[in-house]
């Protein structure tokens, strides 16, 4: 699934809701899908949200990592699993393992 400009704006602003993050996910590249995952886990800690003007971001972190991102009144995206891998992979330019670019 590839993401708005103002989804992904979201997604990255709630990687980054901690301090430290942008430190933690300038050394992760090449992060395998678990690996990956588990850091998503951890940045989105328990549970958190934002809202911003004509935006409402709402996340949870742990084992199973998901985000709901609604921008103004159309249906809310939600992302988990390997919908939420390929979203971040994308918006943070993470590769794989093997992978050149």
């Known amino acids: ?9 979201a997604l990255v602003r709630a990687l980054h ?12 590249n090449r ?6 995952l588990r850091r ?5 800690g328990i549970m958190g949200g934002f809202g911003t ?10 084992i199973n990592p998901q985000i709901e991102i609604q921008i ?3 249906t809310p995206v939600e992302l988990s ?5 390929a979203a971040v992979r994308e918006a943070l330019k993470i590769t794989r393992p093997g992978e050149l670019f």
């Open 81 to 85: 699993g390997r919908e939420l891998l």
């Open 72 to 74: 103004g009144a159309d």
């Open 53 to 62: 003007t004509g935006a409402r971001i709402e996340y949870r972190g742990g």
């Open 40 to 44: 998503i886990g951890e940045e989105f």
């Open 17 to 28: 809701s901690t301090e430290g993050a942008a430190v933690r996910w300038a050394g992760a």
């Open 1 to 9: 699934m590839r993401l708005s400009p103002q989804h992904e704006e």
């Open 31 to 36: 992060l395998d899908d678990a690996h990956l």
